[in-house]
């Protein structure tokens, strides 16, 4: 009877931890730390994430491997991290802060520079090749999946042949810094939706907005 009722009460606390788990989502904005990096076009993922802390009134903290937020919509928690470990190995800092808050892979959105997209455009996907991005090579060698969601803003690609590095560490220009409040305001939108609609009304909503 004993070992009946103690595998009755695992059971039970097994599935408050999976029901727990589904209401956490971890929002991963890609980027560079350091000054020198915060207005560049490769850190629109960090920049996006201090637009959503702004909104929704926190701070972010500086833990093991990154810098940490946090807030509540309708009784789910979302987690925001902006990785301290550089662009390269940005896959180290995502995965050591999925387990550690036991959350499922489905409910991390990635943010990320895309210069295959005329800028601000909005593509949110499932799935997909890196596309030569460092920081999403990096976080499918940790995931050993290209099956995870990510939010790709285009930053454009007008840059000269062997100029790529030198443009997306480039700041904005002044027609960009004009778009961009519209544009973060909107992201703030979609990470909301991801949340409490899914991956897939928020793409249908929000793709080629």
């Not at 909107?186 to 793409?203: C, D, H, P, W, Y």
């Amino acid at each position: 009877m004993f070992k009946f009722l103690k595998s009755l009460f695992t059971k039970q606390n097994t599935i408050t931890e999976e029901k727990d788990s589904m209401k956490k989502f971890l929002i991963v904005g890609l980027g560079n730390i350091g000054d020198e990096y915060a207005e560049t076009r490769h850190n629109i993922g960090f920049k996006i994430l201090d637009e959503v802390a702004q909104a929704n009134d926190f701070t972010f903290e500086t833990v093991k491997l990154g810098d940490i937020g946090s807030y509540k919509v309708k009784g789910r928690t979302i987690i925001c991290l902006k990785p301290s470990t550089y662009m390269n190995r940005s896959g180290k800092a995502l995965k050591y802060w999925m387990d550690k808050e036991n959350i499922p892979q489905s409910n991390v959105l990635v943010i990320t520079d895309d210069i295959n997209l005329p800028f601000g455009t909005i593509r949110i996907k499932t799935k997909g090749s890196n596309g030569g991005h460092n920081g999403l090579k990096d976080i499918e060698l940790f995931l050993q999946t290209i099956l995870y969601n990510r939010y790709r803003f285009g930053v454009g690609a007008d840059f000269g042949k062997g100029r790529q590095v030198e443009y997306v560490l480039g700041q904005w220009n002044d027609e960009e810094k004009a778009l961009m409040p519209e544009r973060l305001k909107k992201s703030t939108e979609i990470i909301n939706s991801f949340v409490l609609a899914g991956i897939a009304r928020t793409m249908n909503q929000f793709n080629n907005s």
